[in-house]
Antibody
Framework: QITLKESGPTLVKPTQTLTLTCAFSGFSLTTRGVGVGWIRQPPGKAPEWLALIFWDDEERYSPSLKNRLSITKDTSKNQVVLTMTDMDPVDTGTYFC??????????????????WGQGTLVTVSS | DIQMTQSPSSLSASVGDRITITCRASQSISSSLNWYQQKPGKAPKLLIYDTSTLQSGVPSRFSGSGSDTDFTLTINSLQPEDCATYYCQQSFSTPDTFGQGTRLEI
């Protein structure tokens, strides 16, 4: 059974750095075709993809936030950490981590988030 | 980034109805289109991946179709528990992008 759970501060001040941890179980981030991503959702708005790390250590970032984001993994602890610098009130929202499935089926690439954490609400305010 | 546009933004229907939500991509995404259902205070739940493949455990009244830039999510025989917001998401190219959502009221 795959589970993921986010943890980190619920309140950060503007200009501070946010560090969130995703603790997962039920899969290994050394298995081919597996990734863990971070997605955030401002209150009442659509989800926004932030970053992703793959089993082979490849990292991908949202181009609009790339300069502020860092994603790392600790396979021994089954954790993925997201760091976001220079926080602003517009960064307020619920932050989710999710398991990314990637596989090939014939000529098609299957690529989707199939398991999500419960999310953690982060408020940016002075 | 590939822009995803959903319509309608909200929808009211009755139990037993059939509804359709559309999602349009700003460029071709082949079949790399996924649908999620989100209920208040919960994480999105994967319903359909690769345009039309039902995720395990999802009721068969949900179906998806389309290709290239135009996609649809259909829910047959609406049930009270289908009340939620639905999002499409393209996974063809990074960054994955989501539609703005369709709020379904029953």
């Amino acid at each position: 059974q795959i589970t993921l759970k986010e943890s980190g501060p619920t309140l950060v001040k503007p200009t501070q750095t946010l560090t969130l941890t995703c603790a997962f179980s039920g899969f290994s981030l050394t298995t081919r075709g597996v990734g863990v991503g971070w997605i955030r959702q401002p209150p009442g708005k659509a989800p926004e993809w932030l970053a992703l790390i793959f089993w082979d250590d490849e990292e991908r970032y949202s181009p609009s936030l790339k300069n502020r984001l860092s994603i790392t993994k600790d396979t021994s602890k089954n954790q993925v950490v997201l760091t976001m610098t220079d926080m602003d009130p517009v960064d307020t929202g619920t932050y989710f981590c999710a398991h990314k499935h990637i596989s090939i089926s014939g000529l098609r690439v299957l690529n989707y988030f199939d398991y999500w954490g419960q999310g953690t609400l982060v408020t940016v305010s002075s | 980034d590939i822009q995803m546009t959903q319509s309608p933004s909200s929808l009211s229907a009755s139990v037993g109805d059939r509804i359709t939500i559309t999602c349009r991509a700003s460029q071709s995404i082949s079949s790399s289109l996924n649908w999620y259902q989100q209920k208040p205070g919960k994480a999105p739940k994967l319903l359909i991946y690769d345009t039309s493949t039902l995720q395990s455990g999802v009721p068969s009244r949900f179906s998806g179709s389309g290709s290239d830039t135009d996609f649809t999510l259909t829910i047959n025989s609406l049930q009270p528990e289908d009340c939620a917001t639905y999002y499409c998401q393209q996974s063809f190219s990074t960054p994955d992008t989501f539609g703005q959502g369709t709020r379904l009221e029953i």
